[in-house]
């Protein structure tokens, strides 16, 4: 019998019969005892008919599959929670952590020597990363890859920047019942995550950066023939680990390569919850994601990749385009080439290999860029001690720098029931904010920072507004948006205390977000505030454990007790 299947026998006193016991249930599927014999390289299914987005996967476990026997292993497919953004109530970040304890728990739990995880709508390789990092054995990452775009009346459309455009569109009554639904059905052409630069394109990338992840397989369309081939050789990628034990998820996941994961999250324009994952990526292997440093990264980083939202193009057209072999080569000394990866050489490796195709503009060069700094700044001031985020190469110019009146509502369903009321007294230079919608407050942080603007200032032609709020924001939303207070307000951050009518300021270029209300007026509001206790929603269950263990943005929202250093 081969040490695959000996791996993590529990013998309770008898290890010759808790073998044979495991070998007479397994040998129910009909594996004889060469199969048994091999290294075991395990697979996850994340396959789901709620999961659009890992259509594909199915023919990617396939794939692996093939190519691990191709190498003489053994692969073993065990399924785990699939997530995807629009089947994930009450929001998909909510349920990450879910599914990277329950991943962890079974890479623990079977017998295997190496894992592949097939992962991408948004939350997916994050949570499958974390995992990894935690259980730190031999892992290759497959992303299931992005969809091909979507065409109407001969303008090319992606998800979601697209559906989110349009879908503004129709409420200023631009677009009729009729077209909007005619729209709807050729947003999503195909499987694959969403096509712009949202989390899902964004985390695909940072994990290819990384080194977790095969050359090209961020970017090759999820239904391209080239995808099952690179399914097929990280399956036989997977069979030498299995064998050699290395690399393992530490070796990869190192202060260099989460370097590195700045840089790019910077120059493809990246999604603001890329931080947040990247974060929680780095708190399992105890490193940290500095916000200052993040934000200095961003003043030397170019953005070079002309994708949706922050530019024009689709995934298709980066991969094309050379994909993030071709980037890493742009960015040359800005990144470490010297990060170790998963193939088994370093990045300078991949960059090597890096096709140059003439005459594409979508990966620009530094002298070139499509804006000289980076994607995203993070800001402080009274109204967030631990820091906020926008993505500025995402937003307006002229808001960059504004001072406006508060309109405050005070919750997600405050927010639904008064946004559209002719009533409501508001203008196109005041600063929406939204409340309790953080972490803990909404829960789950959900992307609800994207506030709509109020439909009678889109009636007039208002295209943005300074939204602020204690969310998160869809990494394919466009606007000058200010994400992740922290700390949030239903833990008594000062987000808490402001007021309709108070004025905030925000100063992109020197990085403040504030409230123009004087210190002993704040700390007079902080007293008035209720104590904090458990909410109703948190009263049992995953819920309550949720509740009590997430941490904030600048943690990377993973719970507490899965940090290394906060055990
Ligand atoms: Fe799955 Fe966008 S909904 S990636
Ligand atoms: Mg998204």
Known sequence: MGKGLRKGLTSYGDA???????KAFIKAMGYSDDALGRPIVGITNTYSDYNPCHGNVPALIEAAKRGVMLSGAMPMVFPTISIHESFAHPTSMFLRNLMAMDTEEMIRAQPMDAVIVIGGCDKTLPAQIMAAASVDLPTVVIPVGPMVVGHHKGEV?????????????????????????????????SVGTCMVMGTASTMACVAEAMGLALPMSATIPAPHAERIRLAEA???????????????????????????????LQAIGGSTNGLVHLTAMANRVGARIDLQAFDQVGREVPVLVDLKPSGDHYMEHFHHAGGMPRLLRELGDLVDLDAPTVGGGTLRDVVAGAEAVPGQTVIRTPSDPIKPTGAMAVLTGNLA????????????????????????????PDMAARIDDPDLEVEADDVLVLRNAGPKGAPGMPEAGYLPIPK?????????????????????????????????????????????????????????????????????????????????WAARGYARLFHDSVTQADEGCDFDFMMPERR
Request: hydrophobic share 45%; net charge positive.
């Open 157 to 189: 459309l992606g998800a979601c920047t697209d559906c989110r455009r349009l879908w503004s569109a129709h409420r200023a009554g631009e677009i009729d019942d009729e077209e909007i639904e005619t729209v709807n059905g050729r947003l999503a052409p």
């Open 385 to 412: 001690p631990r820091g906020a985020l926008i993505k500025h190469a995402a937003a307006s110019p002229r808001l960059l720098q504004h001072t406006g009146r508060a309109v405050v509502f005070d919750s997600i």
């Open 234 to 264: 990280s399956g036989r990628r997977a069979a030498e680990m299995a064998v050699s034990g290395a690399p393992r998820p530490s070796a990869l996941m190192t202060p260099a390569a989460f370097r590195n994961a700045q840089v790019v």
């Open 16 to 22: 010759g019969f808790s073998l044979f016991l495991r």
């Open 456 to 536: 009678k200032l889109g009636r007039q032609g208002v295209k943005d507004m300074v939204r602020l709020s204690d969310a998160r924001m869809s990494g394919t939303a466009f606007g000058t948006i200010v994400l992740h207070v922290t700390p949030e307000s239903a833990v008594g951050g000062p987000l808490a205390l402001v007021r309709t009518g108070d004025r905030i300021r925000l100063d992109v270029p020197a990085r403040v977000i504030e409230v123009l209300v004087d210190d002993a007026e704040l700390a007079r509001r902080a007293r008035a505030l209720p104590p904090a206790s458990r909410p109703d």
